[in-house]
T-cell receptor, first 117, second 114 residues
Framework: AQSVTQLGSHVSVSEGALVLLRCNYSSSVPPYLFWYVQYPNQGLQLLLKYTTGATLVKGINGFEAEFKKSETSFHLTKPSAHMSDAAEYFC???????????????FGKGTKLSVIP | DSGVTQTPKHLITATGQRVTLRCSPRSGDLSVYWYQQSLDQGLQFLIQYYNGEERAKGNILERFSAQQFPDLHSELNLSSLVLGDYAFYFCASWGGLAGGGEQYFGPGTRLTVT
């Protein structure tokens, strides 16, 4: 079974400060890893993903994440927070169940990011 | 715009009633997922369909059911509604691993039960 742990259900940063949202995963197979963002009353939008290859992946809105296999982590960062970054962020890991021929994403519980002016 | 559509956007109904939520996946995507997002439970996977067949079940109540039709749209049926069913219901579609593995989410249906 796969799982995702997001450290911190709420994170507050000042505008212009570094954003760091933490995500650790467990997986028995090489994972696909994702970060999604959700603005109030909207669906989840893909920020970035890691499948194979380069471990530092860049996404939309200036976010990036680094896959560290030894640490089973996929932390999300942005050098300078903007007011528009205030949202909830979800980390997810993929799972391919060979028995059911099914593909699942396992989501973390989410981290709400507040940006203080 | 993810390409996934959901209707209705908002639904207000009473306890004991039955409602149907509709989802159309992105063009070409064969797989549809349903999720429930509530304040106390967070984002929970309910059920997955692939090309008309049920593929996986998550935390779906027996009062809830779903199906995927030949044109690939899907419907989630919620019956005997209780106040605790108040939540957002999201549909997502998946284009396969060759497409990158991500799921694309619709805008959701907000269900209010009074």
């Amino acid at each position: 079974a796969q799982s995702v742990t997001q450290l911190g259900s709420h994170v507050s940063v000042s505008e212009g400060a570094l954003v760091l949202l933490r995500c650790n995963y467990s997986s028995s197979v090489p994972p696909y890893l994702f970060w999604y963002v959700q603005y109030p009353n909207q669906g989840l939008q893909l920020l970035l993903k890691y499948t194979t290859g380069a471990t530092l992946v860049k996404g939309i809105n200036g976010f990036e994440a680094e896959f560290k296999k030894s640490e089973t982590s996929f932390h999300l960062t942005k050098p300078s927070a903007h007011m528009s970054d205030a949202a909830e962020y979800f980390c997810a890991v993929s799972s391919l169940y060979s028995g059911a021929g099914s593909y699942q994403l396992t989501f973390g519980k989410g981290t709400k990011l507040s940006v203080i002016p | 715009d993810s390409g996934v559509t959901q209707t209705p956007k908002h639904l207000i109904t009473a306890t004991g009633q039955r409602v149907t939520l509709r989802c159309s996946p992105r063009s070409g995507d064969l797989s549809v997922y349903w999720y429930q997002q509530s304040l106390d439970q967070g984002l929970q996977f309910l059920i997955q369909y692939y090309n008309g067949e049920e593929r996986a079940k998550g935390n779906i109540l027996e009062r809830f059911s779903a199906q995927q039709f030949p044109d690939l749209h899907s419907e989630l049926n919620l019956s005997s509604l209780v106040l605790g069913d108040y939540a957002f219901y999201f549909c997502a579609s998946w284009g396969g691993l060759a497409g990158g593995g991500e799921q694309y989410f619709g805008p959701g249906t907000r269900l209010t039960v009074t």
